[in-house]
């Protein structure tokens, strides 16, 4: 019981979450020179992925791997960039593959 209340607790917001208003301070904040550290350092969901992708936010692939990677225990972040796998070409793919080895490696 508890644990399922701490899930609750720690649940990031996703797009369907919130306002019109808080997608675009969303997009303001995101919108500075080093988009790839401030999406590690603020850590949205990765449900935001495709949102981020149709607002222009992301420009590049480079730009979410260090955010995908730090999302690798989070089963439900494993699920939206799964989900999300066409935004990617084959070389963040193999990046991506690579990570989810390693975990295992670290895990078995």
Do not use: Y
Request: proline share 3%; net charge negative.
């Amino acid at each position: 019981m508890t644990d399922e209340i701490h899930r609750q607790a720690v649940r990031k917001k996703t797009p369907s979450d919130v306002s019109d208003f808080e997608r675009e301070q969303l997009r303001f904040f995101l919108s500075g020179d080093d988009l790839a550290n401030t999406l590690v350092t603020i850590n949205p969901s990765m449900a935001w992925l495709p949102d981020l992708w149709q607002m222009k936010v992301i420009q590049g692939e480079n730009q979410v791997i260090a955010w995908i990677e730090r999302n690798f225990a989070e089963t439900d972040a494993i699920c939206d960039v799964a989900a999300n796998i066409h935004l990617f070409g084959s070389d963040t793919a193999a990046l991506l593959v690579h990570g989810v080895s390693r975990m295992v490696q670290a895990v078995a």
